[in-house]
């Protein structure tokens, strides 16, 4: 699933939700943030969901170009190292 959009907040969170919803359904484990600039804490609630759903799914997830805001978020949080072994950075 690919987050093509810039800004993700609170308020577009339930639409990706079923996005990626709908990717686990279909198998698709991918979780493409390459368009993200910023996002605020849903965009990481989100995807803490998503790893959790593909896990019980017997899926391997990936988290393709985290933003670096997502990293820090997940550091003030504590979950940097519940999202880290999925991360996968393929631009600079």
Known sequence: MKIDQQTVTFEDVGHWEERAE???AASDAV???SDV???DSALLALILKWLQE???KNLTPQIINLPEGMWSLAKLYGV???IRPYCIKTQN
């Open 22 to 24: 709908a990717a686990l």
């Open 31 to 33: 979780f493409d943030c």
């Open 37 to 39: 600039c910023s996002a």
């Open 54 to 56: 593909a896990q019980q």
């Open 80 to 82: 940097r190292s519940l």
